[in-house]
Every structure is written in structure tokens, then in C-alpha cells.
């Protein structure tokens, strides 16, 4: 069966550092890109960027790059991303999704992180 | 890349069917025949519904399926039943390894 897990909600506060992951099984991790979706409270999702772990890169939506880093580590079939700084504008909820190996949409999703940034 | 627009909100009643537009530019939903479509429940994650415009995964009823004409997808909703209130969300491929949602349509069964 395939799965995302992430990682647990997170309270920080604004300025800290923040690494959240999204860890994939029931497949062949190198073989599907690994999408990060935005959702703002009450809000609808956006997409922040896909990343590759066969080639650990990633493409960036303009809105996100800058903004948050993605990464991968093969050898445990792990998603990763990292704020340096975090800000309250970016409470929300993050999910992972698995891009489909031929299409381009994504067919299993991760159960989300909510992330929150409060003083 | 802008969101593409969906209507914040659709409705009908048990049985009936309703569809939701999606509507895009040439860039996006107007060139690539990759849009999909995703339901989510309230505090759930989304689902796969719908993708290359009018594929269903393996599991979802054919009483949802999906079209496309110019720069304008939609989903229909055949056969309303309670469980298919939730927030429907289209996305189409932009080109380049971008991907852009929709602002998401809340579907109530009236």
C-alpha cells in the first residue's frame, strides 16, 4: 500500500528554524517526484514546488522560491522542508503528495503537517 | 502562475447532478489536457477524484467525471449522495514543472 506520513504539528515562533518530513513507502520512492501543497487556514491549496529524489531537484513556484527549502534523503525515502525564518504568515498546513509515475497529477497524499507560528 | 477560478460554491439536492467549472489560460488548463480534480473533506487530505481530464483512479463511482473545452474544465457530479459534500479543488499542469490549484468550490447536498 502506498503511503506519506509526515511529521507532527509544530508551534514555533516567528524567527526559528523549522525542518518537516514527509516519509514515503509502499513504492518505489525514486521513481515518483514528491509535491508540496499549501493550505492556509480556511483556504484553499497552492502549490509551493515538486522535488525529484532520483535527482534531489527541485522546482520552485515563484510565489515560494526563496521562501523554503526542499530536500530528499534517499536512503530512508524522505521528503524534507526547511524554513531558516520562520514568519506567522506561514501557519498553515502542508501536504506532501506523490506525483504519478507517468501522468501529471498526484495520486496519494501525505495526511499534512500543520505548522504554526505564533509569538 | 494565478489560480485558476473556480466558483466559491455549487449545491444540489440528493440524485440530482451539478458541475463545477475550472476556468484557466492558455498556459495552463488551455494547452495541457493534465487537469485533475481533488476532493477534500473537512480536516482530511485531498484525493484524487479525477486526472488527464476525465481519467478516474481505480475506486472512484463514475457518477464523477470531468471534461474540458478551451481554457475551461469541469466536473460533474452525477447522482448526488451525502458523502460528496466536501471542497473540490481543480489543478492543471503550467509547463516547466509547475502546477497550479484552484481556489476550491464548496459542494453542500442540500
Known amino acids: 500500500e502506498v503511503q506519506l506520513v509526515q511529521s507532527g504539528a509544530e508551534v514555533k515562533k516567528p524567527g526559528e528554524s523549522l525542518k518537516i518530513s514527509c516519509k514515503g513507502s509502499?513504492?518505489?520512492?525514486?521513481?515518483?517526484?514528491i509535491g508540496w501543497v499549501r493550505q492556509m487556514p480556511g483556504k484553499g491549496l497552492e502549490w509551493m514546488a515538486i522535488?525529484?529524489?532520483?535527482?534531489?531537484?527541485?522546482t520552485y513556484s515563484p510565489s515560494f522560491q526563496g521562501q523554503v527549502t526542499f530536500s530528499v534523503d534517499k536512503s530512508i525515502t524522505t521528503a524534507y522542508m526547511q524554513w531558516s525564518s520562520l514568519q506567522a504568515s506561514d501557519t498553515a498546513i502542508y501536504f506532501c503528495?506523490?506525483?504519478?509515475?507517468?501522468?501529471?497529477?498526484?495520486?496519494?497524499w501525505g495526511q499534512g503537517t500543520l505548522v504554526t507560528v505564533s509569538s | 502562475q494565478s489560480a485558476l477560478t473556480q466558483p466559491p460554491s455549487a449545491s444540489g439536492s440528493p440524485g440530482q447532478s451539478v458541475t463545477i467549472s475550472c476556468t484557466g489560460t492558455s498556459s495552463d488548463v488551455g494547452t495541457y489536457n493534465y487537469v485533475s480534480w481533488y476532493q477534500q473533506h473537512p480536516g482530511k487530505a485531498p484525493k484524487l477524484m479525477i486526472y488527464?481530464?476525465?481519467e478516474r483512479p481505480s475506486g472512484v463511482p463514475d457518477r464523477f467525471s470531468g471534461s474540458k473545452s478551451g481554457n475551461t474544465a469541469s466536473l460533474t457530479v452525477s447522482g448526488l449522495r451525502a458523502e460528496d459534500e466536501a471542497d473540490y479543488y481543480c489543478s492543471s499542469y503550467a509547463g516547466s514543472n509547475n502546477w497550479v490549484f484552484g481556489g476550491g468550490t464548496m459542494l453542500t447536498v442540500l
Open positions: 503528495a506523490r506525483r504519478s509515475r507517468l501522468g501529471l497529477h498526484f495520486d496519494s
Open positions: 522535488i525529484y529524489p532520483a535527482y534531489s531537484e527541485a
Open positions: 488527464e481530464v476525465g
Open positions: 509502499g513504492y518505489t520512492f525514486l521513481s515518483h517526484g
